[in-house]
């Protein structure tokens, strides 16, 4: 019996689920994948270090040699500083997660205070510094925040349109479901405002995504043998679906905006 009081629950409730509030479903998701990007690396909680824009690692591999090196040998030398160091270190826009010696990782935004956790035979080639010098000189996150301010705007003013409503018809004598149109206003500041987020969205993931693998293959080619480096799947993942989504919200209003438009010129001809 409960299962079928919750179906006939749904069913009453999807009729009056109006297209706005798909948008503003749409946008709410946007915005916690946007949040979680933002908080990858903030603090040491489950699947938080997880998500990180760049990470870089020392690892024992065969060096890469190449003709426009001049001097090979340097991998040698470098391999000898770096000895059995196996630190990892994570980059997020906010913090940046640090693991010694293989075990969990230690989180944090001051990363003085995280070197102080390592010793020099763990990190003898500064990656620590290397991170937070990434993190300060080429992360830029207030772009992503703008964004998620004008996406929550834009999902209170969605919260303004009408929905279904009953209303009397003396003609019949009967109750009909009635859905008046949005504020033409209001739907074009929404466009405007979702259209700016994600356009600051696709700037900063794209400049995210160049810079992190960029500074990746700087680094790994720095300490050729010695040390590896990665850009980080997860938050590439969130920042791609978070613009997708304000993207199909930003296309649904422009849609909504014209169909309502056309409408009126129908209505008006009549």
């Known amino acids: 019996m409960p299962n ?12 009056f689920l109006g297209y706005h509030h798909v948008l503003m479903i749409l946008i709410a998701i946007a915005i916690i994948l946007l949040s979680l990007l933002l908080a990858g690396c903030s603090s040491s909680s489950p699947l938080i270090p997880g998500i990180f824009l760049i990470s870089f690692y020392y690892e024992d591999y065969t060096p890469n040699y190449d003709p426009t090196q001049v001097d090979p040998g340097v991998t040698a030398a470098i391999a000898n500083i770096v000895g059995q160091a196996m630190l990892e270190v ?20 001051n990363a003085t205070l995280l070197a102080e956790q390592a010793s020099i035979d763990q990190d003898p080639l500064n990656l620590i510094w290397v991170a937070e010098t990434f993190k300060d000189e080429v992360v830029f996150p207030y772009l992503i925040i703008i964004a998620i301010v004008l996406a929550f705007i834009t999902f209170l003013l969605l919260a303004t349109f009408p929905g279904w409503h009953e209303e009397h018809d003396a003609r019949t004598g009967s109750d009909i479901d009635i859905k008046p149109f949005p504020s033409r206003p209001v739907s074009q500041v929404a466009l405007a405002l979702i259209f700016i987020a994600s356009i600051f969205v696709l700037v900063s993931v794209l400049w995210q995504h160049t810079a992190s693998v960029a500074a990746a293959q700087v680094t790994q080619d ?21 613009f997708a989504l304000l993207i199909v919200v930003t296309i649904g209003l422009l849609v909504m905006i014209l169909s309502i ?6 209505t008006d001809g009549d």
């Open 4 to 15: 079928v009081r919750f179906a006939v629950g749904i069913q009453r409730l999807i009729p």
């Open 90 to 109: 994570r980059v997020g826009y906010f913090g940046i997660c640090v693991n010694p010696d293989g075990g969990d990782f230690l989180c944090s935004n």
């Open 222 to 242: 720095f300490g050729n043998g010695s040390v590896r480096s990665g850009v980080g799947t997860s938050a590439m993942v969130l920042g791609w679906f978070g």
């Open 261 to 266: 438009h056309l409408l009126d010129k129908l």
